[in-house]
């Protein structure tokens, strides 16, 4: 039990620690990233509940329908309306990379119970295959969300519409990546392995132009 929970929880704050550091000007207190991270993991329970009615009773059911809505809508959707009407308006969120590491944070609070059930239900042995691809993706997806809300909070002339890619591209990603899993049943890793580098490749671009204008932000201050 402590081992299959330690494998659980290890790629989470690994990932957790990464984008929580590469924040070039000021971290964030402890308390308010975990706080975040409780309301990603509370977000599980409703998700699950929700997901399980649709299969109970047949409902979108379709691999595009499934990935798209049932798994990258929702679960991206209840992401961002937690971020947006509680971390948003943080006195904390002090500049655009903060974003990142409160989407981070929100993502991987849904990431962790999701895995722990997952190991739980199936066995240590997919710990590490966990923690490559939905552990991961769930950070990144967290890092875009974070991005454009941090650009939406801050010296942007263009708020609503940063709001609206902080919740469409993740969707987007997120629906992708589950599509990829529920359509290509052979060899799927040879698909989801060059997905997840240009998405690893696309949110680093975006921690390093979250810091760039982190720094003018501070500097106008």
């Known amino acids: 039990m402590f081992t299959l929970i330690t494998a659980g929880l290890a790629p989470v704050f690994a990932l957790l620690s990464f984008f929580y550091l590469k924040d070039?000007?000021?971290?964030?207190?402890?308390?308010?990233?975990?706080?975040?991270f409780l309301y990603g993991a509370l977000l599980?329970?409703?998700i699950m509940f929700i997901q399980?009615?649709?299969?109970?009773?047949?409902l979108a059911q379709s691999p595009f329908i499934r990935s798209y809505l049932l798994y990258g809508l929702l679960e991206e959707f209840f992401k961002w309306?937690?971020?947006l009407f509680t971390t948003y308006k943080y006195s904390k969120f002090s500049n655009v990379y903060d974003g990142i590491v409160y989407g981070v944070s929100i993502s991987l609070g849904f990431a962790t119970i999701e895995n722990l059930?997952?190991?739980f239900a199936h066995g240590i042995e997919y710990a590490f295959s966990r923690a490559i691809f939905p552990v991961s993706s769930h950070a990144l997806f967290?890092?875009?969300m974070g991005y454009y809300m941090g650009r939406a909070k801050f010296k942007s002339n263009r708020s609503s519409f940063h709001l609206l890619l902080a919740f469409f591209i993740p969707v987007l990603l997120h629906g992708t990546y589950d599509f990829i899993l529920v359509t290509v049943t052979r060899a799927w890793?040879?698909?989801?392995v060059p997905f997840m580098i240009a998405l690893w490749l696309y949110s680093l671009r975006k921690v390093k132009k979250a810091n760039?204008?982190?720094?003018?932000?501070?500097?106008?201050?």
Request: hydrophobic share 50%; aromatic share 24%; charged share 20%.
């Open 24 to 36: 070039e000007y000021e971290l964030e207190p402890v308390y308010a990233i975990f706080r975040t």
């Open 44 to 46: 599980v329970f409703p």
């Open 52 to 58: 399980y009615a649709f299969v109970e009773e047949g």
């Open 81 to 83: 309306f937690i971020f």
């Open 117 to 119: 059930l997952y190991l």
């Open 142 to 144: 967290g890092v875009i």
């Open 189 to 192: 890793v040879y698909c989801l």
């Open 212 to 221: 760039e204008y982190s720094k003018i932000h501070k500097l106008e201050l």
